[in-house]
């Protein structure tokens, strides 16, 4: 076989430059063998390669809420739900990732809309998920047959190789944000993927105020004894926005008290964490709530790995890299590895309005831990 | 040194028996040849020493709260609290032990009490400890000078050496029980003790319904982003008796639905966990909350490793290998280790009485789960 | 921004097929709005982003010795080592992956050839490397300073962010492949990259016969008692071959005397691994050498993940997925994602000789084991 | 009941002191109750329950290893090995332990003596166990059907629930130490002891010079790859003295070079460890083997738990707490918890002659670690 039959070779030329050879006539000939037995050094390359730091494909990125929900409302009218395309999910395609549904070379996020009535198919893939609501309600996603509610403000995780489908109980159309660990499991070639039932039953369609991994999983420091041991992937399947808002309120009352718990001053944050292991939510996502005080500006931080943001409450204005933009509800927006992150919420503000700046997160943190690549740095 | 300077030594005899010497007057020799040498042979101990299975010193005994609280009162009228004694707390000594203030011979169990406007000094120790309250209130336990409240159902976890002082902050005396690993340090040698402050600052005696650590850690599934690892003993200092009420009234829910998160029918069971690492809430005491459903009896079960129960609510009968007690709120009782346990609730009781009987438990389980020593089994 | 700056776009059609909408102008016109705002729908993407299992882009593919082994050569006369090219390392390109220099996915392989008296400058990267020798002796390895041998059969793991350069002690050249993790992390993004010293001291250019690691960790089942802790990155800078060869030879020993310890009937394999933490050698790169005795065909398995496998001795017949290959001394060959592999021994060979095929392999797996990932599965 | 059934029960006194109430007829009366519900108050016995630093019963002391070999050859006259007492094995026990055989609270320690052509019928235990050698040779532990040698400076470990019986094939009897974990399972109740066969069959009384276990787990940094997780208690059944004497030359000579490596200067140590999980070689006892080079005083140090050690080689003097004795080979000495710990071997000795002091220690560190009891200080 001869490289002319590979996709996009790499054309070696003895180039002059640091630590490279010479260019003549031996050296060609030497680069047209490497070529023809699938080759390809080390020297001309290590600079791209590896570099003294990561250096993100990725860009940062802002995506309008108003505009995806525009274009989702339009595929709701236009483009069924069913076997097959299974999910009327449109996902961000970052500009630096050559078109592909990439957020971030590790993450999949996507705006996911199910009209009244409608149902999204039963299925399971190894793609590790979870929904977001930053806005409406009436959809039940339905996890083991476990119908879950969704709400302003509720995370919902959903592990690889659960089966799952989700039904809009109402009379309304709905959206939330999916995310997903697509991309790597795409690079790294580590997915299955199990079509289902095409109708979840009768049973699976009520609508309860509290699914029962909620019941059983959902209550502050207690664990059933008949589940001793860690699961992968969080048996509780929804994080309700009543605790999560507590949990931040907390916070930053403690630090007015003066006392421990934010992550700096203004700044509370919490993590979504597994019951079973107190670890992460998902095996290869992070995610988090992030409550930013009114006129507080956060310390620029960089971080190996990629986020993606959205705003659930309030405005201000968010830096990323080189790029800043005002931000306001249902905003997301992109932090590729390594580059700095600092937000700004407003200063002013009404006496009734909080003026908090309230940010969802997800990233790929969990891979750099387990992997000891994890690293942090503040930029200030 | 001649064995005889010895406190209690074992006096060898030549005796007859499987696999004993027969008895000669070299044997006779030989044998005072070990006492000589500070030794002792296996084959006359083995029995006593490596029983074919464990052989508990500890009996099943039952404590009556109200003999309990009748002392205890009467030591709050006689017994001062103070700097030296520490605390006002009275042991349950197992018959077995030797009258050692040992409940089984792992763990401590003692109601302390606290008169109107009294303090416990502060001090530290390795002993991990908890406090559980069946009924009263106005207490607060201040751990690392934060002060957390004291009510009816209210377990308190208190883990190795930090710092804690107690405060009645009201007109009437409260008692509670504690558990402490003491008998199991005290045999190991591993415990320090350290005396802190006479007496807690004013910002200590305020009487806050929730606790600091409550407001960081007490928020079901989420964890502050600034405290990421892994702590020893639960950062949580209180689980509210509404949480675990809830938790075991939906674990029945589910199961009369058809649902499983039950032990066994009728049988619900949460467990006190850490939420920094999901495990036992204390490195050598694990601790849960039984629910009976009226009218159910509890499937005989045995394990290594011994327990104290004491009845937070309703009445049954309970066996403890042989013995059978009747039993009601606040009494207290000892389950040896290999010894089985069941339990029944009444099965009569009035409509507006749940019928059930809530059994708070606390064992020695994680010591022998982290040496590989656990084992439980069914003896129905 | 509109989506044409973008490099390569995924241009949406309305196309027709299971699950898709009816191609109309107001689909275009809809289509035409996502790729505006940088969006991509699930729908149109799903078959290949979610595939019912792995599909690997990677292919099997196999490089013979004796043709990397004249190019390297000829490089040796032609390319300098020095800073900025840093190694003379050749590395195989997959003919699926577009020409860049990854054998899979996720793995880097590579010949490296040292000239005569040749150093090749101190660097470190996170990048986790190992070097394999499958012929040839002279070079020392210089990690932390520490001189390890390089010799026949000799596996040096090189855990990410280790100080390394490579010495040339004798008057010939020497060649040996090198594993990395490069393309993992160049997808993922969490490289760093770090120049040393141009130039070794002289003390660091001796040459011992064996590394003061090995002298630490190089005892079977002992550890340094001032060392208790995990290590990440295997402390042991060396498995030598004497060791590997004398542990493979024991389990065909074991499995001719019919007691257990073979993977299957003929078929040894010992995993190299971190002594500090008996886990594998490298945070995402598994190693492992196999034998498979004389006339032997191992069972076909496929697994999540890929491999690159190099014929330290021997010789035989490859199958991975569609391909087979005969190899023999110093042939690579990949194993794709998912793709079945089976090798078979020969059959004959003369009395002298084993007739055994020693292979040496290197893989993602922990990547997958570590996020709960991986899948194994017997093809027979 | 009352009191006056439990043996040796807690007179309670109503006595002055600090913290002490006021002796009057009531308190006595209120002590009398007590008695009778046995109830202990923490108040007057909180001085012995929670020292301020561990208070071990224990007492420092030495054991004659001649005194020990003369007895056990008596007892090789007199005693027979068989069913029921089951071992020829002669225990230490402590001057503080009121004669029971314990060497420490946690600990016991044994010397045990097989005469030639002898047996020691199978059974297996929940105690951990092992065996170490300090002279002498010819007896084949035989753990779960493998026949392993055991020689002078081998280390043995046995863990808990395997199958074990000794026999002797030669016609000279040999001694060695057990160590086990009998103390620590009987005071906390969770040992399990069970009969196997009376004879062993013939393939088990070959003489193998290697174990099958050693075959497959004894080569340094390699596992086998059929055998991939961690195992309770090590699958090495026999650590061999040329690997451990090998380590511990190894060590000085890097401390002598310069290099780190050894516990202090001149002092080596190693530990022995289980090679499928890199920790304590059994999961109650840690075991070492410490090597002090000729003319070397180590620093003093202590504790949480209790250490046992056997002197393997040369001579010196040992001091722990207040005690202090001249060494040498066989004899053992017992280190209480907290009791600091000093060693020096002697300074002189004739060229031909190392000098050095190998003193081989098995401890109950791995209990601390894993409840978060432990503590070490240097005390110097």
Do not use: C
Request: aromatic content about 8%; cysteine-free.
């Amino acid at each position: 076989m001869s490289i002319s039959n590979v996709t996009s070779p790499v054309q070696l030329r003895a180039e002059e430059g640091p630590g490279q050879p010479v260019p003549t006539p031996e050296l060609e000939e030497l680069y047209r063998g490497f070529e023809r037995e699938l080759l390809v050094p080390l020297w001309t390359e290590i600079g791209d390669l590896m570099p003294l730091h990561p250096q993100s494909k990725a860009r940062p990125h802002l995506w309008r809420w108003r505009h995806l929900l525009e274009l989702a409302d339009r595929a709701g009218q236009l483009v069924p739900v069913g076997r097959g395309g299974e999910r009327r999910a449109i996902a961000l395609a970052n500009p630096g990732l050559g078109g592909k549904p990439y957020a971030t070379p590790t993450l999949w996020a996507a705006i996911q809309y199910l009209m009244p009535g409608e149902d999204a198919p039963e299925h399971r893939h190894t793609q590790n998920a979870f929904r977001f609501v930053v806005e409406g309600e009436g959809v039940w996603t339905v996890v083991g047959r476990d119908p879950v509610p969704m709400n302003r403000g509720d995370f919902l995780p959903q592990a690889g190789w659960n089966w799952h489908a989700h039904h809009n109980a109402t009379d309304r159309p709905m959206a939330w944000i999916d995310g997903l660990d697509i991309p790597f499991q795409y690079a790294n070639e580590s997915q299955f993927f199990e079509f289902g039932r095409d109708a979840i039953s009768d049973a699976e369609k009520t609508t309860p105020q509290r699914s029962r991994s909620q019941r059983l999983w959902g209550h502050p420091g207690l664990r059933p004894v008949s589940q001793p041991g860690p699961r992968q992937g969080s048996p509780l399947l929804a994080y309700r926005w009543a605790d999560t808002d507590a949990a931040l309120t907390d916070q930053l009352e403690l630090d007015h008290e003066g006392f421990p718990g934010v992550v700096e001053p203004g700044h509370a944050a919490v993590r979504y964490t597994n019951p079973s292991d107190a670890g992460d939510v998902l095996p290869t996502i992070r995610t988090e709530m992030h409550r930013v005080a009114r006129g507080t500006q956060t310390t620029p931080t960089r971080e190996v790995g990629s986020s993606v943001y959205q705003v659930f409450d309030g405005s201000g204005v968010v830096s990323v890299g080189d790029s800043s933009w005002s931000v306001t509800r249902g905003d997301l927006f992109v932090v590729p590895s390594w580059h700095s992150l600092s937000v700004k919420s407003e200063a002013g503000g009404s006496d009734s309005d909080s003026g908090a700046l309230d940010l969802f997160r997800f990233s790929d943190a969990p891979v750099f831990e387990k992997l000891g690549l994890h690293r942090v740095e503040t930029t200030a």
